[in-house]
């Protein structure tokens, strides 16, 4: 994730999630996924929620 922090803009590297109560956002590192929330007006602050396997991050969504 800190490769990430150090990015102009991290969120062009996170796909947004759909109808999805545990977070807004996810990113892929490898095998796992990071779900995260978004908040701030102009600074965005990443709120990672939940780092698991990719077979894993979805179940309890």
Request: aromatic fraction near 12%.
């Given at each position: 994730?800190?490769?990430?922090?150090?990015?102009?803009?991290?969120?062009?590297?996170?796909?947004?999630?759909?109808?999805?109560?545990?977070?807004?956002?996810?990113?892929?590192?490898?095998?796992?996924?990071?779900?995260?929330?978004?908040?701030?007006?102009?600074?965005?602050?990443?709120?990672?929620?939940s780092?698991?396997?990719?077979?894993?991050?979805?179940?309890?969504?």
């Amino acid at each position: 994730m800190s490769w990430f922090a150090q990015q102009d803009d991290p969120l062009s590297f996170a796909k947004r999630l759909r109808n999805s109560a545990r977070g807004t956002y996810r990113f892929r590192i490898g095998e796992y996924r990071a779900v995260c929330d978004v908040s701030g007006d102009a600074l965005h602050i990443l709120h990672v929620l939940s780092i698991k396997h990719r077979k894993e991050v979805y179940r309890d969504i």
